[in-house]
């Protein structure tokens, strides 16, 4: 993986690095098919809906390898982020349940994403709603890092509207709908790595119901 480090510059919050242009960061590319059988589910918590406003306040992920989902703690990435120049919203704390208080001696998002994308290595990083939200903060926060990200990326929203998977007659389905409608429990909705592992098991339902998928 490619990084590249900028400078750092200093203010009263202490030393914050120098970040890409947003006009010089490339595109991340994005996939459309599941031709792949070991990845990084992830997902992340925010202070709001706009990547260039708002800032990460939580990063959780698991790596799946060969299609299983192992629990174990190497394969588990889950931390809290400081949001960078921004509070987290009481509406945000009620659905999160991250609050302030918990995220104010945390590290910042510039930090955490190194980890995590040291984490994940070459591999294909799969989320719910990943190419138009998630990807974006974590992009956001690359760019402060000094990081290109290369990994492809796969949105599991995108591939069960593909294959039609309405459950409720929604066209786009929210991850708990298809939660439900495969009875996979998520007891820590809203929380990144409970999301992650959910968003893990309902993409290989959908895989496992994908007829096209043995043609790739």
């Not at 400081?82 to 919203?89: D, L």
């Not at 910042?108 to 989320?127: N, P, R, S």
């Not at 890092?145 to 389905?173: C, H, T």
């Amino acid at each position: 993986m490619e990084k590249t480090y900028r400078s750092t510059r200093s203010n009263a919050r202490g030393t914050v690095p120098v970040p890409i242009p947003a006009d010089e960061y490339p595109d991340v590319p994005i996939i459309t098919r599941p031709t792949f059988d070991s990845y990084i589910s992830f997902d992340v918590e925010t202070t709001g809906f706009s990547p260039s406003k708002d800032s990460l306040t939580e990063i959780g992920a698991i790596r799946v390898v060969n299609g299983v989902i192992d629990e174990s703690e190497r394969f588990i990435f889950s931390e809290l982020v400081k949001p960078y120049k921004k509070r987290i919203p009481e509406i945000v704390e009620q659905i999160t349940g991250i609050t302030n208080e918990d995220v104010k001696n945390k590290r910042q998002m510039w930090e955490v994403v190194t980890d995590f994308l040291d984490f994940a290595g070459d591999d294909v990083l799969l989320g719910y709603n990943s190419a138009k939200f998630d990807i974006k903060f974590l992009i956001r926060a690359a760019r402060y890092a000094g990081i290109i990200i290369q990994n492809p990326v796969f949105d599991v929203m995108k591939y069960a509207v593909e294959l039609k998977v309405s459950p409720k007659g929604k066209r786009v389905p929210s991850l708990g709908d298809l939660s439900e409608y495969y009875s996979i429990r998520n007891p820590s909705a809203h929380r990144a790595y409970a999301d992650a592992i959910t968003t893990a098991r309902v993409f290989e339902r959908l895989k496992a119901e994908d007829n096209t998928y043995s043609l790739f």
